[in-house]
């Protein structure tokens, strides 16, 4: 269906313009899924700029409207997407009837940026952006250039304009993303000639995040949310340990007085199976004999899995050694000692940030 609007006595055919702006965000997402790389968008408080271009091919006028600017954005984590505020500065500029306009404005952007799953740094975008035009002026193109320029911003019905906006955020792997976007225009009208307000209008931009956390490795992301979701949830503990070092109670009592980072609950042998099957376990804990990765050999220290009992791998701290164990070759942690330093080393390797894969010494 054709969707025609009249603005001046002239109608303009809106379906052509509105299948390019679907064209690129396909062709944009697309492009992202088969080429994805290996960082993710990370559930972080972002801030930053965005510079931008907009471009109007909706308009009778010869040349497209044509805008430039920048705003100053800040992204808050709402559980796995972002609310997203930008405040900024855009400069119209068109030609019509040989009159040359240049509309000024400062707007606000509210919006709600979810990250699509499976689908690596690739966000949708949709929210509210008003915007206050606080200059307006045109002068005559013709050969009396010694006409002044003339200022009509008083005259505009529509300084205040409302738009929704909708877009596709394309991440990169320098913290950075490239905007694609789509602004629709609720209450523009054309006075004179000239837009009262601003036309409907697509966005290209290109934002920088100065919060470096906004941005990791996949498994360094997986690490960072389940270690997050871990403080709020309960740690399993199992005792692999040697009959001599300490039993369930003793370790309980451990545990109480050095193991700070989140709730525990020391499992006994018979209770192990059932609750690995609970789908919302996150993590279990290994006191004790376990390998610290596949084909490695035995060895003692605390070990890190996941809700299945799967070893967890880097850069999860998937493996604590004994500190007070001397020679490195004992199976038995040793003493009660030497389990309580065991325990401190474990919780505040918890409170760390997961180690990176570039400098896995950092």
Do not use: W
Request: proline share 4%; net charge positive.
């Amino acid at each position: 269906m054709h969707i025609k609007i009249n603005y001046t006595g002239k109608t303009h055919n809106f379906v052509q313009p509105m299948r390019q702006i679907l064209g690129l965000l396909f062709i944009g997402v697309f492009s992202r899924l088969v080429g994805q790389d290996t960082t993710a968008f990370v559930n972080e408080a972002q801030f930053g700029i965005s510079s931008f271009i907009t471009l109007s091919p909706f308009t009778d006028y010869k040349k497209s409207p044509v805008g430039v600017g920048a705003d100053l954005f800040y992204n808050h984590p709402f559980k796995s997407a972002y609310i997203q505020g930008k405040i900024g500065y855009k400069r119209y500029q068109y030609v019509f009837d040989n009159r040359k306009s240049v509309t000024e404005d400062i707007h606000l952007v509210l919006s709600y940026q979810y990250s699509i799953p499976k689908a690596t740094g690739v966000c949708v975008t949709a929210g509210y952006s008003p915007a206050f035009i606080f200059n307006a002026t045109n002068r005559f193109m013709g050969k009396q250039d010694s006409i002044a320029t003339v200022t009509y911003t008083k005259q505009l019905k529509n300084r205040l304009s409302h738009g929704l906006y909708l877009g596709v955020s394309l991440q990169s792997k320098s913290n950075s993303s490239f905007d694609i976007g789509y602004s629709h225009i609720l209450n523009k009208t054309i006075t004179n000639g000239f837009y009262d307000a601003i036309p409907n209008h697509i966005t290209f931009a290109y934002t920088v995040n100065f919060n470096k956390k906004g941005k990791a490795n996949v498994n360094t992301a997986q690490a960072r949310s389940t270690l997050t979701k871990l403080k709020n949830d309960t740690l399993y503990f199992i005792n692999k340990s040697c009959a001599t070092d300490f039993s369930n109670a003793q370790l309980d009592s451990l545990l109480a007085a050095n193991y700070k980072y989140s709730a525990y609950k020391v499992l006994d042998e018979q209770y192990i199976n059932a609750t690995s099957k609970q789908s919302n376990v996150l993590h279990f804990a290994i006191i004790g004999n376990h390998y610290a990765g596949y084909g490695d050999p035995l060895t003692t220290g605390i070990y890190l899995l996941d809700g299945e009992l799967k070893s967890t791998e880097f850069p999860y701290p998937y493996h604590t050694t004994n500190p007070k164990n001397g020679n490195g070759f004992s199976k038995c942690i040793g003493s009660l000692e030497n389990a309580a330093a065991l325990i401190r080393v474990f919780n505040n390797r918890l409170n760390f940030e997961p180690l990176s894969p570039i400098n896995p010494l950092h």
